[in-house]
């Protein structure tokens, strides 16, 4: 068995003042940190001398403990290595000195214990498909191409040359050359008018979400929600007490109109309009207009969720609705969790000039603000053009994957599976047949090392059943495989 280091152990307890003596008190303590599981099989003690010094005793109570200890069987003695709990205690010394009052683990209570209503909110259904990291694994990019060497020599640069200002307090608002940096790109790739003041870094999308919800709404408020929508959003409003309006989408994007009509008076509208999660479509340049114009009119906001809009291969990336909106009425959301990889944790929103305030109070408020190293980091790989080079690569990658994506459908599940907005994105989206239960080919999917998504999860209205597949990081055979056990499934 592997010996472990003692690392941080439970406080040992002795009491001088009372008449046991204290070798028997210590061989005690170990008896039952042992026998409860405190102290695990392997585990090094301290040395008689590090622990008498800890403890401000002498040294010959814990030589007896310890003496005591290994001849009954607690402890044994290794070469090099020095004292260590024995690699397996008896069963006739597990019951032995335990008292009624020190069970081997903590007490449950009686029945549920109250927790608030926002945390019931929170609870998500169990979701046994992402349990693998199988074939179309929805947000998984491929990590396989990442430049590792080019972002090790970056990271390691920044770690050799940390000083005591990249250890302390960072800016809420985020790292200062960052923003300036994300700035300049939004500007020429996504047509995002703004500056480095209106940037606010957080740890991804879904912060983001969660500052506009806690800024904007006031409890019971109305919110337009795409119907399918990303159930993300839908647990970041939902949690701060906003009413969600579920509003269709169809091939142009959100109904506007049917919004309107629904609840002409919501406080904002949540939209993914270059790349609508999770059915693809992009909304059309008609219904972009109408929805600045039911903002600019009913004093509302309109939250653009950016998420992966780099990578369309129907032509260049659209520009964003925030560039077209002459009102100041959209709060911009990006990261770079879908570009990069997911456990980077470096995400942004730009949002409207008066509003900077507000949100920056927000983004202190929820968890003061984002590591710093990485922010740093992350403005070398944009500064030094590797960002942009990585982007590029990912692209023709993706969109040879979701070719592999197509014919693997076309070949195995024709007629079975109606594709949805394969023109952009890490993911597709299709309806499966009347009466299949979207639900049930995930479990079973998931049981055959595949990891698909069901679509009804995504809706707040009437479900329809469907399926989401990310190929982001899927390989060609990955995908083949995927869609072959995938088409055994219903």
């Given at each position: 068995?592997?010996?472990?280091?003692?690392?941080?152990?439970?406080?040992?307890?002795?009491?001088?003042?009372?008449?046991?003596?204290?070798?028997l008190?210590?061989?005690?303590?170990?008896?039952?940190?042992?026998?409860q599981?405190?102290?695990?099989?392997?585990?090094?003690?301290p040395?008689t001398?590090?622990?008498?010094?800890?403890?401000?005793?002498?040294?010959?109570?814990v030589?007896?403990?310890?003496?005591?200890?290994?001849?009954?069987g607690?402890?044994?003695?290794?070469?090099?290595?020095?004292?260590?709990v024995?690699r397996?205690?008896?069963?006739?010394?597990?019951?032995?000195?335990?008292?009624?009052?020190?069970?081997?683990?903590?007490?449950?209570?009686?029945?549920?214990?109250?927790?608030?209503?926002?945390?019931?909110?929170?609870?998500?259904?169990?979701q046994?498909?992402?349990a693998?990291?199988?074939?179309?694994?929805?947000?998984?990019?491929?990590?396989?191409?990442?430049?590792?060497?080019?972002?090790?020599?970056?990271?390691s640069?920044?770690a050799?040359?940390?000083?005591?200002?990249a250890?302390?307090?960072?800016?809420?608002?985020?790292?200062?050359?960052?923003r300036?940096?994300?700035?300049?790109?939004l500007?020429?790739?996504r047509?995002?008018?703004?500056?480095?003041?209106?940037?606010l870094i957080?740890?991804?999308?879904?912060?983001g979400?969660q500052?506009?919800?806690?800024?904007?709404?006031?409890?019971?408020?109305r919110?337009?929600?795409e119907?399918?929508?990303?159930?993300?959003?839908?647990?970041a409003?939902?949690?701060a007490?906003?009413q969600?309006?579920?509003?269709?989408?169809d091939?142009?994007?959100?109904?506007?109109?049917q919004g309107a009509?629904?609840?002409?008076?919501?406080?904002?509208?949540?939209?993914?309009p270059?790349?609508?999660?999770?059915?693809?479509t992009?909304?059309?340049?008609?219904?972009?207009?109408?929805?600045?114009?039911?903002?600019?009119?009913?004093?509302?906001?309109?939250?653009?969720?950016?998420?992966?809009?780099?990578?369309?291969?129907?032509?260049?990336?659209?520009?964003?609705?925030?560039?077209?909106?002459?009102?100041?009425?959209?709060?911009?959301?990006?990261?770079?969790?879908?570009?990069?990889?997911?456990?980077?944790?470096?995400g942004y929103?730009?949002?409207?000039?008066?509003?900077?305030?507000?949100?920056?109070?927000?983004?202190?408020?929820?968890d003061?603000?984002?590591?710093?190293?990485?922010?740093?980091?992350?403005?070398?790989?944009?500064?030094?053009g590797?960002?942009?080079?990585?982007?590029?690569?990912?692209?023709?990658?993706?969109?040879?994957?979701?070719?592999?994506?197509?014919?693997?459908?076309?070949?195995?599940?024709?007629?079975r599976f109606?594709?949805?907005?394969?023109?952009?994105?890490?993911?597709l989206?299709?309806?499966?047949?009347?009466?299949v239960?979207?639900?049930?080919?995930s479990?079973?999917?998931?049981?055959?090392g595949?990891?698909?998504?069901?679509?009804?999860?995504?809706?707040?209205?009437?479900?329809r059943?469907?399926?989401?597949?990310?190929?982001?990081?899927?390989?060609?055979?990955?995908?083949?495989?995927?869609?072959?056990e995938?088409?055994?499934?219903?």
């Open positions: 068995m592997k010996r472990l280091h003692a690392g941080f152990l439970p406080s040992v307890a002795v009491d001088p003042a009372v008449d046991v003596p204290l070798y008190q210590l061989s005690e303590w170990f008896r039952q940190a042992i026998l599981g405190q102290l695990r099989p392997g585990q090094r003690v040395s001398r590090r622990l008498a010094d800890e403890l401000n005793i002498s040294r010959i109570p030589l007896g403990a310890y003496e005591q200890l290994q001849a009954e607690y402890l044994e003695t290794f070469t090099g290595a020095g004292t260590c024995a397996a205690i008896p069963d006739d010394l597990r019951g032995a000195g335990r008292s009624p009052r020190t069970p081997s683990s903590p007490g449950q209570p009686a029945g549920p214990r109250r927790v608030s209503q926002r945390a019931a909110r929170m609870r998500a259904p169990e046994t498909w992402l693998n990291q199988g074939a179309f694994r929805v947000g998984r990019p491929a990590l396989e191409q990442f430049p590792f060497a080019v972002w090790s020599k970056l990271v640069r920044h050799r040359h940390m000083n005591a200002d250890m302390i307090y960072g800016d809420p608002a985020g790292y200062s050359p960052l300036e940096a994300i700035a300049d790109y500007g020429a790739v047509g995002v008018r703004c500056d480095a003041t209106q940037v957080t740890t991804g999308s879904q912060q979400l500052i506009c919800a806690h800024v904007l709404f006031d409890h019971g408020e919110v337009w929600m119907d399918p929508g990303y159930p993300g959003a839908h647990q409003f939902h949690t007490g906003a969600l309006v579920p509003v269709p989408v091939e142009d994007g959100l109904d506007v109109a009509r629904l609840a002409p008076d919501a406080r904002a509208a949540y939209v993914s270059s790349h609508q999660f999770p059915l693809g992009t909304m059309s340049a008609a219904r972009r207009m109408q929805l600045i114009d039911w903002a600019a009119r009913n004093d509302a906001w309109i939250v653009e969720d950016d998420y992966d809009s780099e990578y369309r291969f129907g032509g260049r990336p659209l520009a964003s609705l925030q560039g077209t909106d002459a009102h100041a009425r959209v709060i911009y959301l990006g990261t770079f969790s879908k570009v990069m990889f997911p456990a980077l944790r470096v929103m730009v949002v409207p000039r008066d509003l900077v305030r507000d949100f920056h109070a927000g983004r202190d408020a929820m003061t603000f984002t590591s710093l190293l990485y922010q740093r980091v992350m403005t070398d790989f944009i500064r030094e590797h960002f942009a080079r990585h982007i590029r690569g990912m692209r023709a990658l993706y969109q040879a994957r979701r070719s592999a994506v197509l014919d693997a459908l076309a070949e195995h599940l024709a007629g109606e594709v949805m907005g394969a023109d952009a994105g890490m993911q989206a299709g309806w499966l047949p009347e009466g239960d979207d639900v049930a080919v479990r079973m999917a998931a049981t055959r595949v990891s698909v998504r069901p679509l009804s999860l995504c809706y707040l209205g009437r479900p059943s469907g399926l989401i597949l990310g190929y982001g990081g899927a390989s060609p055979e990955e995908i083949r495989e995927g869609v072959r995938l088409s055994h499934c219903y």
